[in-house]
């Protein structure tokens, strides 16, 4: 016999396998994650600066500009991982305090 999950499991469970999935994923190929994240981030950036800051239509947007922004977000992918392969070797993560100096 099996239990079936309540959606609060469901809910409860889906940050922490997806954590689990992306810090798998840092490990297997780390600049490709880091640059995914980052294509994600500036996609989702561009696209709300053009329509919940300014009150537009969410469809609403100029879609080559936001296709611009992601092409310079996988340009920086990689320097990316290289800042934090550099901090983490001047602050290395092992020492506790060094934690708040990286945020």
């Not at 294509?39 to 009150?55: A, E, K, N, P």
């Not at 936001?66 to 991982?81: D, K, L, S």
Request: charged share 15%; hydrophobic share 45%; with cysteine.
């Amino acid at each position: 016999m099996t239990r079936g999950w309540a959606p609060t499991e469901i809910a409860a469970r889906i940050p922490i396998d997806n954590w689990a999935s992306y810090e798998s994923s840092l490990s297997a190929q780390p600049i490709f994650t880091k640059t995914i994240i980052n294509v994600v981030i500036y996609l989702l950036g561009d696209w709300l600066s053009q329509t919940l800051f300014q009150g537009k239509d969410i469809l609403d947007f100029d879609a080559m500009r936001t296709i611009r922004n992601g092409f310079v977000g996988m340009c920086f992918g990689p320097a990316v991982h290289a800042y934090y392969e550099f901090s983490d070797s001047i602050l290395p993560v092992e020492i506790g305090y060094n934690k708040f100096y990286k945020i």
